[in-house]
């Protein structure tokens, strides 16, 4: 495929590729991957350096934590599990509690957790969910105290959402990309909103803040101020 870009033509043989879906990439990929996996399938001493890196990298391990209120958040990663498990305690000691833990999400660990932004007197969690390794996520509420997820606020297709909380914590401004399979994969920033979900209300009536650009080269976020005065909703402009 060829594109005139400032006056230039510019070939593109590999455009063919960018369509995951159809067979054509699908039988190509299974082409190179049998083919690969002819020549890293005969090195010697693959097994010892497989696992000599297992060693390396199979580490127990917590990062550092993040303050909302009284409590403090962190991950702790296991050297025994696929995926780190999202914790928290109180910030003055007690027992570190389990908030989320993705290898219990599903029978083959195909569930992560992605974003996840508790509010700022650290009661309430919003945080997203991916399935089958995909961009597209969900995103939850859960009451901190007691690990119970809110059967309202799900929304769905929140792959660019990254919450940002009001001071009191009852809502946040996210995001948001219409879950609607008719749209081609590249064309879906330019549908991005940026809009505000109040606790417990249905995400559906959810207020639009900034409408899309209808661009696809360009992306949405926002962020609220602490203290809830500023919001700053911006536009990045990409290109592919």
């Known amino acids: 495929m060829n594109e005139v870009l400032h006056g230039t033509a510019v070939a593109d043989p590999y455009r063919w590729l960018e369509d995951g879906a159809s067979p054509g990439v699908q ?28 060693r390396l990298f199979s580490l127990d391990s917590v990062s550092p934590p993040h303050r909302a209120g009284d409590r403090l958040f962190f991950r702790r990663h296991h050297a025994d599990r696929e995926q780190a498990v999202l914790c928290w305690s109180e910030a003055g000691g007690g027992d570190e509690q389990v908030l989320i833990d993705p290898n ?12 996840w932004v508790p509010s700022y007197d650290g009661r309430t969690l919003a945080f997203a969910l991916h399935e089958n390794g995909a ?36 809502g946040f401004y996210y995001t948001w990309l219409p879950p609607d399979p008719s749209i081609p994969e590249d064309q879906r920033p330019g549908f991005a909103e940026v809009r505000f979900h109040a606790v417990g209300c249905d995400p559906s009536r959810d207020p639009v803040v900034r409408e899309r650009t209808g661009n696809p080269e360009t992306f949405h976020s926002v962020w609220l101020s602490r203290d809830g005065h500023w919001l700053v909703a911006s536009v990045s402009t990409f290109s592919g």
């Open 27 to 54: 039988a190509w990929v299974a082409r190179q991957h049998a083919l690969a996996r002819g020549y890293l399938d005969a090195f010697e001493g693959r097994g010892v350096l497989a696992q000599r890196l297992d």
């Open 135 to 170: 961009d597209r996520a969900t995103l939850h509420v859960m009451d901190v105290a007691s690990g119970t997820l809110s059967p309202v606020d799900r929304i769905e297709d929140a792959r660019y959402a990254s919450p940002s909380w009001t001071p009191e914590g009852d």
């Open 104 to 115: 219990a999400l599903s029978a083959g660990g195909t569930v992560s957790l992605g974003a």
